[in-house]
């Protein structure tokens, strides 16, 4: 097992363009999140999916901004039309749960996104 | 919102032990203490986290208060590769993070 792994690790887009991510969680893990993070902040909490279902979603996360994990295994987040205040690394995180108890969440390296 | 409250930056000698304090006053019955760290340009490691008790792994020791509404996370003997920002979080499952302790440790 590799840990999380993120796709791709860097992205450079021009304002206006679309872009997606992706995040493959660890195998057996059934909870995915998303995270975002900008320079000198902590991570911001923006989404997760336990499976496939998408439970809860940040006020962070503007209708611009969508998330699929279409077989409860990868995901993807695409963000539309891409403004310059997008720009930031994107964390993906999975962990288990079982007995309604979370358990720790293992990050990916991220995304650094730059919008210019 | 931010449930907790740690110091900004802290410093510690190399092979000491370094002790970073947390105050979450306001934590719920159910919700965990968790620590991570996150290595510059890298993505957050977790490190520990406990409910009411005391815990050790091969990483850290975290102390919690009888009355939970502090904690302390010990690295016995710190290294360089221990300089990172530290981040105490309380939460049932996701984390909100704050903007951490940069810890930095010195020879």
């Known amino acids: 097992d590799t840990g999380v792994s993120q796709d791709p690790r860097h992205k450079i887009t021009k304002r206006g363009q679309n872009v997606t991510f992706r995040c493959d969680p660890i195998?057996?893990?059934?909870?995915l999140y998303w995270y975002r993070q900008t320079l000198g902040q902590g991570p911001e909490f923006l989404t997760y999916f336990q499976n496939e279902a998408q439970l809860e979603k940040s006020r962070l996360l503007s209708d611009r901004f969508s998330a699929e994990r279409p077989k409860g295994s990868f995901s993807t987040l695409e963000i539309q039309r891409t403004e310059q205040g997008d720009s930031a690394m994107y964390l993906c995180?999975?962990?288990?749960?079982?007995?309604?108890?979370?358990?720790?969440?293992?990050f990916g390296p991220g995304t650094r996104l730059t919008v210019t | 919102d931010a449930k907790t409250t740690q110091p900004p930056s802290m410093d510690c000698a190399e092979g000491r032990a370094a002790n970073l304090p947390c105050n979450h006053s306001t934590i719920s019955g159910n919700e965990y203490v968790y620590w991570y760290r996150q290595i510059h340009s890298q993505g957050p490691q977790y490190i520990i986290h406990?409910?009411?008790n005391n815990e050790t792994n091969e990483m850290a020791s975290l102390i919690i208060t009888e009355d939970r509404k502090s904690s302390t996370l010990i690295l016995p003997h710190a290294t360089l590769r221990d300089t990172a920002v530290y981040y105490c979080i309380v939460s049932y499952h996701d984390m909100r993070f704050g903007a951490g302790t940069r810890l930095t440790v010195k020879p």
């Open positions: 995180a999975s962990s288990t749960s079982r007995d309604r108890i979370p358990y720790e969440q293992y």
């Open positions: 406990g409910l009411k």
């Open positions: 195998s057996e893990h059934n909870r």
